[in-house]
Every structure is written in C-alpha cells, then in structure tokens.
C-alpha cells in the first residue's frame, strides 16, 4: 500500500516563500506522475502542478505558473513544490498525488490512485 505525507506548510506572508515535501513509503514511485493539488473550503479541487515519470516534464495551472515548481527525488522517493511569490489566493490545503496509470501527465485529481493528506498553506496579505 502506498502512503504519501505532505510537509512544509505554514503561515507565511504575501511575498514568501515555502517548500512543499511529499515522500511515499510502500512503494518506489519513479515511474509515477506525480501531482500537486489544492483545496479551500467550499471549492472544487484545483490542479496546480505534475511531474512525469517517464521524462521528468513538468505542467502548471496557469495560475502558478512562473511562481511554483515542481521537482522530484527519486531516489528518496520524494516530490517538491516550491512555492515562491506567495499570494492570499494560494491559501488551500495542498495535497500531494500519485498516478500509476497513464503515460500522459493528467491534471484531473479523480484519475489519480494515491493521496496524501493535505498540509495548509496559509498566506497573509
């Protein structure tokens, strides 16, 4: 069985920065695409950003484009979100996912197979 753990959330002022961590146990997920998602209360689940396991490519939603990044470790079965340029927007639960399936970077949260259980990302204007 595959568990995700997201860190590095926290409260942190318009402008800043953080780090998002996701390590797995249970499983080596090299060769899973790996996503970031968020949620606030009351909305859909947003995609935010996916790295491909089979070329290390990588896809944002335009609204973080040029501010996040995402990058994996693949030997500490690790993925990242870095997070620069923190706007009150980005407030959300982000959650970390894992997709065995598919070839092709998804940016639908309901055709992945593993989630973490979300760490909050609070941002003050």
């Known amino acids: 069985q595959v568990q995700l753990v997201e860190s590095g959330g926290g409260l942190v002022q318009a402008g800043g920065s953080l780090r998002l961590s996701c390590t797995a146990s249970?499983?080596?997920?090299?060769?899973?695409?790996m996503g970031w998602f968020r949620q606030t209360p009351g909305k859909e689940r947003e995609f935010v950003a996916a790295?491909?396991?089979?070329?290390?490519?990588?896809y944002y939603s335009q609204s973080v484009k040029g501010r996040f990044t995402i990058s994996r470790h693949n030997a500490k079965n690790t993925v990242f979100l870095q997070i620069n340029s923190l706007k009150p927007e980005d407030t959300a639960v982000y959650y970390c996912?894992?997709?065995?399936?598919?070839?092709?970077?998804?940016?639908?949260?309901?055709?992945?197979?593993?989630w973490g259980q979300g760490t909050q990302v609070t941002v003050s204007s």
């Open positions: 996912a894992a997709d065995r399936g598919s070839i092709v970077v998804r940016t639908t949260g309901a055709l992945y197979d593993y």
């Open positions: 790295i491909s396991g089979s070329n290390g490519g990588t």
């Open positions: 249970g499983r080596t997920l090299s060769s899973y695409n």
